[in-house]
Nanobody, 124 residues
């Protein structure tokens, strides 16, 4: 069974940076689209970023564009989300998700595999 494991969350000050990672076990990301979503208390689960593993194409949410960069590590079969200039509004649980295919989608319902989430807290 495919499992996704997020890591890298923590507490940072406003304006700081953080790098999240998502590793897969029981398979590889080859032929899949990998995405990040986040969910803050009392809020819906929102799209953050996505990457097409095969082509390396990325897409970012408008609210995060310019502050996040998603990348892949073929050797470790891991994706990373580099975040910078963080603000308290970025505080949320960040989830890694994946689906087979090449088209990037922003709806959480499209993704089949999910990690347990990693907490990101930005203090002011």
């Amino acid at each position: 069974q495919v499992q996704l494991v997020e890591s890298g969350g923590g507490l940072v000050q406003a304006g700081g940076s953080l790098r999240l990672s998502c590793a897969v076990s029981g398979g590889t990301f080859s032929g899949y689209v990998v995405a990040w979503f986040r969910q803050a208390p009392w809020k819906a689960r929102d799209f953050v970023a996505a990457l097409n593993w095969s082509g390396g194409r990325t897409n970012y949410a408008d609210s995060m564009r310019g502050r996040v960069t998603m990348s892949r590590d073929n050797t470790e079969n891991t994706v990373h989300l580099q975040m910078s200039n963080l603000n308290p509004e970025d505080t949320a649980t960040y989830y890694c998700a994946s689906r087979r295919g090449q088209s990037i989608a922003t709806g959480s319902f499209v993704y089949d595999y999910w990690g347990q989430g990693t907490q990101v807290t930005v203090s002011s």
